[in-house]
């Protein structure tokens, strides 16, 4: 059975004949010739082979569980594996259990109105041993439930759409581990892919996460474009997207409404990230736009103890959000964080423009090490207005471990209507200010005509080149 794209055909009758004459040639011929929609985007490659998840017996009606049509649809298309393959969502409401994605050169194509549901049944999530960075589950410290959509060791792998959805539906996970209830076991994320490279997601909407939405781990040469990502600002852990020891990754384009951090970097916890040791560098975040008024528009950690370098922000938005980029680590934690850029953000009711915490003290377990102490070091921000702040900056660094080397210039604060005394609250810094409102703090001493850095070179991940694709 050679697969054919069928979307026109109602989904009624679609429904029917996946019921009653599945397989059958007849209603094959009829879906064939029904008119085709012809497929356009960009990424970063095309396909020569294309399914539709209708061919496999899914019913979209949003109560039938399609998970077994996701890993035939998956499978059968792993004979095309060297060429490429497309697998086609079509309108209408597919619910699914865990799925992984086993073949590399695959796209995964959400169309307009199609929306990938997450089941509710515990049953349809394995679960799988903790990442080895981080020696436990981030809830708990048994294992995790496996994410919905989740892949490891490929090559070449785009999640797209013409902006259709995936929704977690995550209420009821958010109630289960409010109250304790599972126990032992993590939640799981909407998206993971591990040890893999070339990766491209864009184009779709991610809704009402369970936990964490993207996330990209021990992986290279990614990139993240025009996600919208949405779940109720009081929504536990429900990060937006998070690279987590990946190198290369470019983010840009993304509308982030969450219930924690939009972009959360990372690099592992305490003993295990050390011992794993794998930074996430190479990064670009570009035109984000973060509403998130318990937590950060870009936090770096706090698992941080691969090491993060060289992350590149620039025109970042945010509404009230309770800070923008923050730094979380802790003593344990180890490793570093250094050559941080940013410029052009613009801020709207924020609780702290600057904030670097250096004792964000959630361990792993107890077997960390205390001497392992964070280096933080050549954090620049420039071209910052704020409006409506509480603080201007809340600057923590670690006893005997001064966070260095930090220059802030061109930045204009507005304060509250009722504005707080301590405006800039600095302990074991270092660094310099230039035109800088309200004052900086003693520790961050004006030095007249500096201009903070920010790099010149590209990054590859800025020179990969997307293609054009058309399925008919
Ligand atoms: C996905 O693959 C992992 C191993 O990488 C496995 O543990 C898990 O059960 C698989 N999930 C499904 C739904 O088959
Ligand atoms: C939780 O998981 C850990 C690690 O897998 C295991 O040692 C422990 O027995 C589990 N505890 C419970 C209550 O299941
Ligand atoms: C995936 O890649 C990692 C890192 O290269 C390797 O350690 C692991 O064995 C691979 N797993 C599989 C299933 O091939
Ligand atoms: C993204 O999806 C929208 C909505 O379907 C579509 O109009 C647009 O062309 C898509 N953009 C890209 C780059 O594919
Ligand atoms: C995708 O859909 C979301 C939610 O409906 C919408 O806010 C967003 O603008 C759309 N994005 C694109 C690229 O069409
Ligand atoms: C200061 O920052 C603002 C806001 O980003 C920008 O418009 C302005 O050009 C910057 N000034 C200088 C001298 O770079
Ligand atoms: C300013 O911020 C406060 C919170 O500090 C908020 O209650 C108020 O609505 C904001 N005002 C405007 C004009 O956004
Ligand atoms: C200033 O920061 C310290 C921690 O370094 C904190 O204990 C203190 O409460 C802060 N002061 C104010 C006025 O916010």
Avoid at 85 to 102: D, E, H, M, R, Y
Avoid at 319 to 347: C, D, H, L, P, W
Avoid at 385 to 400: F, H, M, P, Q, S
């Amino acid at each position: 059975m050679e697969p054919c794209l069928s979307f026109k055909t109602s989904h009624v009758i679609r429904t029917i004949s996946a019921i009653l004459v599945l397989g059958m040639l007849s209603s094959q011929t009829a879906e064939c010739t029904a008119a085709k929609v012809s497929l356009k985007y960009r990424a970063i490659n095309c396909r020569k082979h294309s399914a539709v998840l209708t061919d496999f017996g899914a019913v979209g009606d949003g109560k039938t569980s399609n998970t077994k049509a996701f890993k035939a649809a998956i499978q059968s298309l792993s004979k095309h594996e060297s060429d490429g393959a497309q697998l086609i969502v079509p309108p209408g409401k597919w619910l699914t259990g865990s799925f992984n994605i086993t073949n590399s050169h695959f796209t995964l194509f959400l169309q307009k109105g199609a929306v990938i549901l997450a089941s509710q049944d515990e049953s349809e999530w394995p679960q799988i041993p903790p990442l080895p960075s981080y020696g436990r589950g981030r809830d708990a410290i048994g294992g995790r439930f496996s994410s919905l959509i989740f892949g490891t060791n490929l090559t070449d792998v785009v999640i797209t759409g013409h902006n259709g959805t995936i929704d977690g539906q995550g209420a009821t996970w958010w109630t289960k581990f409010r109250s304790g209830g599972f126990l032992n076991v993590t939640r799981p994320y909407l998206i993971e892919l591990m040890y893999s490279n070339q990766i491209h997601i864009s184009n779709i909407t991610l809704i009402n996460s369970p936990s964490w939405n993207v996330h990209p781990v021990y992986s290279s040469d990614i990139l993240v474009q025009q996600l919208t990502i949405l779940a109720p600002i009081d929504s536990p852990n429900t990060d937006g997207i998070n690279p987590d020891s990946c190198t290369n990754t470019r983010i840009e384009d993304c509308f982030i409404v969450s219930g924690d951090d939009c972009i959360a970097v990372k690099s592992g916890w305490d003993q295990y990230g050390i011992k794993f040791g794998m930074p996430t560098k190479q990064l670009i975040i570009r035109r984000l736009t973060c509403i998130s008024p318990d937590s950060a528009t870009i936090a770096l950690g706090s698992e941080m103890s691969g090491g993060i370098e060289d992350v590149r922000a620039e025109d970042i938005t945010a509404i009230e959000t309770q800070s923008g980029i923050r730094i979380k680590t802790a003593k344990g934690r180890g490793a570093y964080v250094k050559n941080i850029y940013a410029r052009r953000m613009n801020f709207k009711t924020m609780k702290y423009v600057f904030w670097m915490s250096g004792a964000y003290s959630q361990h792993a377990d107890d077997g960390f090490d205390p001497n392992a102490i964070p280096q933080i070091q050549g954090i620049n921000y420039r071209d910052v207005v704020a409006e409506n702040v509480t603080y201007a900056a809340r600057l923590d660094g670690i006893d005997n471990d001064p966070f260095k080397g930090i220059c802030i210039s061109n930045a204009t604060i507005t304060l509250t209507a009722d504005p707080k005394e301590l405006q800039w609250n600095c302990t074991n810094i270092a660094g310099v200010t230039s035109n800088v409102t309200p004052q900086p703090c003693s520790l961050l001493p004006v030095k007249k005509g500096v201009i903070c850095p920010f790099p010149e070179d590209r990054l590859p991940i800025d020179d990969i080149q997307l293609k054009t694709c058309s399925t008919t």
